[in-house]
């Protein structure tokens, strides 16, 4: 009996299946150990995220990405999650083999000749403490293309929302929860496009819990959500796998509100 050959495109899609069936099984099967050309598919696709921790915590283990592998591989990925120790030499690595980055989690603290390597991303997304991002020309023009943004650290009124300013293409911002009861306003008069504004608080929930809502009186884009937090990580792998992180939840919270309030202004005009 021959071997049977498929066109490379029907290759594709099985091996493209086999990908979704490794996703969901936690066996230690490896991919990779594959014909080239399989390879090379399965290379696009299995790198499309690096995930790296390296901070000591009394929880987790410290994980981290081999520097070669991440150096064979990293022009693949499309989101980054670094949550390093200051100024880790292995976080600028990560970033310069990373070119084509367009997700990005900066939970750690770079000096600004290391955040010139940010600056050449091609970033949408960013989450990052605003207090650790000098406004220079670079990341200023950085900034600018920047549409979904998760402002991580206390924010201020006078001192750090004018730094926001910065992000002129902003339709999604994620804001301490702190801040709640005083930005709204501000923010929303200061950023006419954005669609959506989160307040976000970290808990113990399983599920995310979002604040109730008055179609009357509240601003169908302005969120207040509690999240578990406990292993960031995880929960931010976990969202890019199956496409149900925060901003698809609070992008889905959003329309829902605005279906309510249109409704009660329909009600209110045939009163």
């Known amino acids: 009996m021959s071997i049977p050959i498929f066109p490379p495109e029907i290759e594709h899609i099985i091996v493209t299946c086999a990908l979704g069936l490794k996703t969901n099984d936690q066996s230690p099967s490896n991919l990779m ?3 080239k050309r399989f390879h090379t598919w399965l290379s696009q696709e299995l790198i499309q995220t690096v995930a790296v921790r390296t901070v000591r915590d009394t929880r987790f283990h410290p994980r981290g990405w081999s520097i ?4 064979e591989y990293g022009a693949y990925a499309k989101n980054l999650f670094l949550f390093t120790s200051t100024n880790d030499e292995r976080a600028v690595q990560y970033i310069s083999f990373c070119p084509n980055i367009t997700n990005l989690v900066l939970w750690t603290e770079l000096d600004e000749a290391h955040l010139k390597g940010i600056a050449r991303l091609p970033l949408t997304h960013l989450s990052a403490d605003i207090d650790l991002l000098p406004q220079t020309t670079e990341l200023c023009q950085l900034f600018s293309r920047i549409t979904h943004f998760d402002c991580i650290g206390g924010v201020t009124y006078k001192s750090d929302l004018p730094k926001l300013k910065a992000f002129t293409s902003l339709t999604h911002l994620v804001l301490p929860s702190d801040n709640f009861s005083s930005l709204p306003t501000a923010v929303l008069a200061d950023f006419p496009g954005l669609k959506v504004l989160v307040f976000l608080d970290s808990g113990r ?3 995310a819990v979002v604040n109730a809502f008055d179609p009357e009186a509240d601003d ?3 969120l207040r959500m509690t999240c578990n937090t406990d292993d960031e990580m995880n929960q931010w792998l976990l969202d890019i796998q199956n496409g149900s992180g925060l901003w698809e939840l609070a992008d889905k919270v959003v ?3 605005k ?3 249109n409704a009660f202004k329909k ?4 009163q």
Do not use: C, G, N
Request: proline share 4%; charged share 50%.
């Open 205 to 207: 929930e399983e599920m």
């Open 68 to 71: 070669d592998v991440i150096k």
């Open 220 to 222: 169908p884009r302005v």
């Open 255 to 257: 329309q829902e509100r």
């Open 267 to 270: 009600k209110m005009a045939e």
């Open 33 to 35: 150990l594959v014909a």
């Open 259 to 261: 279906d309510l309030k």
